[in-house]
């Protein structure tokens, strides 16, 4: 098999199934539990690493999981300082420029 570039990461793919490589290459972390134990996971990780932000995945995106992490994980997060609670500016643009 010939590609243009990126050799390594098409070996580490070979065998893998797609959430398998993702999982991989993304360096994610799985977390499983009440919205105050994964919120206390994502402080640790936040504390250990740094960052300007959390990037949630998941592979089964429904109506659910959206209210989980809604109603849940990012109530969790703000009362540990972690998430904003309001924004700065009117416009959307204006407030994703702040970063």
């Known amino acids: 098999m010939r590609t243009n570039g990126h050799q390594q990461m098409l070996a580490q793919a070979i065998g893998l199934t797609p959430r398998e490589f993702l999982r991989r290459s993304m360096g994610s972390v799985e977390m499983v539990g009440s919205p105050d134990t994964v919120a206390a996971q994502m402080d640790e990780i936040m504390q250990e690493v740094g960052g300007d932000g959390f ?11 959206i209210s989980e992490i809604a109603d849940g ?27």
């Open 55 to 65: 990037l949630i995945s998941n592979f089964d995106l429904n109506r659910r999981y």
């Open 73 to 99: 994980l990012v109530p969790a997060l703000q009362r540990r300082g972690l998430v904003r609670t309001e924004y700065t500016h009117a416009l959307f643009r204006d407030n994703l420029l702040e970063f």
